[in-house]
């Protein structure tokens, strides 16, 4: 069935730091593509007048790249107006309807504080902007699982689900994308993806740098809703769902969100968090806080497939890189005909998906090293790598929701089963066990692997560091 694209955008918060940074960008390269001609209405509370909107998109644009074609920034800004007020007076939204100038089937981007979500989905439906148009929410949806039911909630109050569009950006990027395709395009895969063949699931997200003056936020979020609950989720979702029937995203979400279901509820010994020494000196930080900027988790799957597989996630702040890697180990060989191939750790196969910085998957496998001995070294094979060219996560994630394509965006059932897994252990658990800048985090993280095992340090060979 055809779905119909909109014919408007409306960008709740445009004058924020998510538009300046990732959204004017993406709308430009849209432009550039001709993939956006249609009326652009940025809402936000400042009193600006339409010529400061557009020196802050012309200095967003040239922040992020520079202004390569000059006729798609004349048009972007052409089809930019500007309404200023505050979200809670019905008026604000009555101007925003003038704005939209007849338009039948907006898209309506809240790239807002979550507090101020219902608010706007609110006066959305009681101003008659609702009817035929699309919403677009950013992350995070709801902070437990009684949050994000209330507002899935108000969001059904005022839009059917299919025109609900949760936004994550992780989703957007292309070697997640790839997961996706990698899985479901190459036959070898399926008859050793279970478990039967794979030993373990490790997912890592390590970042250099710490909160970034984001104080008060983190102190409201720490980092297993910020990242694992997710964006680490979503990943596993992907690795571990079964094949869909088609390639409509109805279909994809739907196996994804019996992933979630499956999942079993973590309790606190599943848990390790951690504190960066410092954090408590941020800036909008308490003084005696035990929010998390480390997080690492012991997750298991009750399904038929990955029964009894641990998939083991870890971020955090001021790691040693950044980087985000999987790594999927393979079961050793049943037979130890071989000396040198004896079970170790970082011995057995397995296939490596680097997302970032930059984009590559690789399997290992042992070959024997020319002599008479039978002996080897494991060595890596790239099967893909980065591509240039490829869009934005913004630019895809835009142009989907504006054509009713859900297929990288979450469904309420999966937001709600996510957060089941996670809502034990939001209040009960171990405190955050301190760790120094520029480590893998607290070394308490080590109780949740088998014994033998290590973590995998994104960029090394698995078990050598």
């Known amino acids: 069935m055809a779905r119909s694209h909109s014919d408007a955008l409306v960008v709740f918060g445009v004058t924020g730091d998510l538009a300046h940074k990732q959204i004017f960008p993406a709308l430009y390269a849209m432009v550039k593509r001709g993939e956006l001609n249609v009326p652009v209405v ?5 009193n600006w007048s339409l010529e400061r909107l557009h020196r802050r998109i012309t200095q967003s644009i040239e922040r992020a790249g520079g202004i390569d074609n000059k006729g798609a920034l004349k048009k972007l800004l052409a089809n930019f107006s500007y309404v200023s007020g505050d979200y809670k007076d019905l008026a604000t939204f009555t101007k925003i309807k003038q704005a ?27 101003a008659g902007l ?35 569009f949760r936004i994550d950006h992780f989703l957007g990027k292309e070697a997640i994308m790839n997961i996706l395709y990698f899985r479901f395009a190459n036959s070898f895969l399926e008859p050793i993806w279970n478990r039967n063949y794979v ?73 390790v968090r951690g504190q960066y020494a410092g954090y408590r000196e941020e800036p909008d930080v308490a003084k005696n806080s035990d929010v998390e900027t480390f997080c ?63 984009s590559a998957i690789a399997l290992a496998a042992r070959i024997k090293v020319t002599g008479k001995e039978f002996v080897g070294e494991q060595e890596e094979l790239y099967l893909c790598e980065q591509l240039a060219g490829q869009e934005a996560p913004y630019e895809r994630l835009l142009g989907d929701a504006m054509a009713g394509d859900g297929a990288l965006f979450t469904r309420e059932d999966a937001v709600e ?20 800048r520029g480590t893998w ?17 994104p960029g090394a060979e698995p078990g050598t560091a």
């Open 100 to 126: 939209l100038a007849g338009a039948r089937r907006p898209a309506h981007y809240l790239a807002i504080p979550p507090s101020l979500f219902e608010t706007v989905i609110e006066n959305l439906s009681t």
């Open 130 to 164: 609702a009817k035929n148009a699309r919403v677009i929410v950013e992350k995070p949806f709801g902070r437990d699982l009684a949050s994000a039911k209330e507002l899935n909630r108000v969001a059904h109050a005022a839009f059917p689900e299919d025109s609900v």
């Open 296 to 358: 690492a988790l012991r997750l298991f799957i009750d399904s038929w497939r990955w029964q009894g597989v641990p998939f083991l996630l870890r971020s955090g702040k001021f790691m040693p890189d950044t980087a985000t890697e999987i790594l999927v180990e393979l079961k050793p060989a049943p037979q130890r005909l071989f000396e040198d191939s004896a079970p170790k750790a970082g011995r057995a196969n397995y296939l490596r998906f680097r997302l970032s910085p930059d």
């Open 417 to 436: 089963a996510a957060w089941t897994v996670v809502d034990p252990v939001l209040k009960k658990h171990m405190r955050a066990r301190a760790y120094k």
């Open 441 to 457: 985090g607290p070394k308490e993280a080590n109780s949740l692997l088998e014994p033998g095992d290590s973590w995998h340090v």
């Open 42 to 46: 940025g809402v936000a509370f400042p």
């Open 199 to 271: 030993a373990s699931v490790q997912v890592t997200m390590a970042e250099d740098f710490g909160i970034k003056g984001r104080g008060g936020f983190y102190e409201t979020a720490g980092c297993l809703r910020d990242v694992i609950q997710n964006h680490l989720f979503q990943i596993v979702a992907l690795l571990a769902m079964e094949p869909p029937a088609t390639r409509d995203y109805g279909a994809v979400q739907t196996e994804k969100a019996k992933v979630f279901e499956a999942m079993r509820p973590l309790k606190s010994e599943d848990v």
